[in-house]
């Protein structure tokens, strides 16, 4: 049985538990609900990764959620933590006029999650961002290749945390005149 990590509201958030959004991701999806803050207002359901495309389905399909717009997909790199990187996603619903944001943590030695571009289409090209800037790969994603960096680029993922701020080294092979 896989191990469940416990969810705590980190301090300066308040407890998102009893927004409605939550109270009906909970229960209709209650193994994948780990917990909902509200920071400033804004409402975060954190989610276990397996079941985010179960959860989406239903944002996007009731007609009382209607999220039809993706607005952006990001991650977070934790690197001391367990589940090293977030996913990050905000949805926001264009006819109900309201927002939510689904995090789910995604570990280092397993660093997938399921696409959402059979939801949304316009998820491809923030899928291929994570994806090229972090490395969390996007299964069943439709042409998940690099979209910023060259396609040949091999020196890792620059928004990593242990990626070198001043790179790799390859800019100092650039003779600069002074």
């Known amino acids: 049985m896989k191990k469940i990590r416990p969810f705590r509201v980190p301090r300066g ?3 998102g538990t009893d927004h409605a959004l939550a109270k009906r991701i909970q229960t209709d999806f209650p193994s994948a609900y780990l917990g909902a803050t509200i920071f400033r207002g804004d409402l975060s359901v954190h989610l276990n990764r397996e079941e985010i495309v179960p959860v989406c389905t239903l944002l ?6 209607d999220f039809d717009y993706p607005v952006h997909i990001t991650s977070v790199d934790y690197p001391n933590d367990p589940e090293r990187f977030e996913v990050v996603y905000e949805f ?4 109900q006029k309201h927002q939510i944001r689904l995090k789910a943590r995604v570990p280092e030695d397993d ?3 399921d696409s959402l571009t059979a939801l949304w289409p316009g998820a491809n090209f923030l899928e ?3 994806y090229d800037m972090m490395g969390i790969r996007f299964n069943n994603h439709p042409d998940l290749k690099r979209i910023l960096l060259p396609d040949d680029y091999d020196e890792g993922y620059p928004l990593r945390k242990n990626f070198p701020i001043q790179g790799r080294g390859w800019r100092d ?3 600069f005149q002074k």
Do not use: H
């Not at 996007?60 to 959620?65: F, I, V």
């Not at 926001?92 to 006819?95: G, P, Q, Y």
């Open 13 to 15: 958030m308040e407890s």
């Open 111 to 113: 660093c997938t999650i």
């Open 173 to 175: 092979t650039f003779d």
């Open 60 to 65: 996007k399909n009731d007609p009382a959620l």
């Open 92 to 95: 926001f619903s264009i006819r």
């Open 128 to 130: 291929r961002e994570v």
